[in-house]
């Protein structure tokens, strides 16, 4: 009985399906579980870290993790705002609106058009690609349109747009929307540390307090704002409106283009303050290229072609380069692809424009700037600034647009 009972004790313990073997798969299971989860986890931090490191050609950068894209309407137009933040490090982004949506132009293919390439929209991006902009593309001014990309009343080609354009000007640190006080005629200035500084008149009479909170708030919350592309033209219902291949919006007061840029289906669209146009031209100098005093070159924006002398890419008596070709005269929008910089044309002459910048302290005087086709360029270059009656009803306006608040 006694060697009975061995006999199954030790079948059991050393038999099939043992006791002794099960143990020994479950703990070579359990090894290889651990062996696993380890592989694993190293392949995790092995990604992120490649991730942060940004690749190098032995190791490539590791694509991001795919997000869903934006959805959009019919017409690839935004349902609701969307914020792309290209590099989560940095403040630089740009906010889609509602109802709007990034553009792809002809001369290039790409977002940016350079001087003398066709800087029509071609296309609307679609939305899968609008989380793939950069931080370069961003600040290379990207190009937003309000509608479907037709032309002359819906159809596929002509040459009135049936949207309007407008740029996104990146403002990632609050010193970077801020007042510059440029040289000119009527403008005081000193030099401070290397730095022009406002003389105590001009402080007073360009005195901050009238800049609403609301779009300070705004621009400082989304960390930019939009311009228009184009010097404003009338969408025939006495409405400004950004679009290209235009008669030029010119004869009106400022009280009434204040109106006229107000008065549009577009929340907070407003004619130009004072800072946002020394704000754009402080964006631009050392990052946009703008067309060069030779033919067929180019350069970066240095602080003297904004501040003294606009000859090379804007539309004076005296332009030169190829900014020479058509000088002189006030042209439609858009008309001419060496007068603009980062995707925005006319900043440089062809009209002055209207800005809500009041230089006197009983708000009669009024800062018009940019310079025009009849003037010269190294007397009233693109971040001149000269004064004029609020009454007047002689000069043009440039538009500028900025769809949210900070509420």
Partial sequence: MLLILAGVALATLTGQGNIIGNAENAVGKYNNSVASEQQLLN????????????????????PPIPVEPPEVNEDGLA?????????????????????????????????????????????????????SITAE????????????????????????????????????EETDFDRIAWNGPYWITSLENGVHQLSDIAKENCFWENEPD???????????????????????????QSKRNQPVWNNISQTRAIEVCSDNSTPNMHLVYGIEWD??????????????????????????????????????????????????????????EVWKANNIYDLAGNAVEWTQEVYSTDGTSISYRGGDYNGIANGIPAASRYIEDITLEYYDLRISCKFFYNS
């Fill in 43 to 62: 392949e995790i931090e092995k990604y992120f870290q490649n991730y942060l490191e940004g690749g190098n050609e032995e190791n490539p950068p590791t």
């Fill in 279 to 336: 704000s754009t031209l402080k964006w631009l100098i050392n990052n946009a290229v703008i067309s060069a005093n030779t033919p067929k070159t180019t350069k970066r924006m240095e602080l003297a072609d904004a501040q003294n002398n606009s000859s090379t890419w804007g539309n004076y008596s005296n332009s030169i380069g190829d900014a020479e070709t058509d000088k002189g005269t006030l042209w439609n929008t858009g008309h001419n």
């Fill in 137 to 172: 593309q961003i600040n290379q001014g990207i190009v937003i349109v309000d509608n479907a990309i037709t032309y002359d009343n819906g159809k596929d080609t002509g040459t009135i747009p049936d949207f309007n354009e407008y740029v996104w000007v990146p403002i990632a």
């Fill in 79 to 131: 349902i609701e705002n969307t914020t792309i933040k290209p590099d989560p490090d940095s403040d630089i982004q740009i906010v889609i609106p509602a109802g709007f949506a990034p553009a792809i132009l002809k001369g290039s293919d790409s977002t940016y058009s350079l001087p003398g390439q066709d800087g029509s929209v071609k296309e609307i991006m679609p939305a899968e690609e609008w989380y």
């Fill in 214 to 240: 609301d779009m300070i708030n705004s621009v400082n919350f989304y960390k930019g704002f939009y311009i228009g592309r184009y010097e404003a033209s009338n969408n025939g219902n006495d409405v400004a």
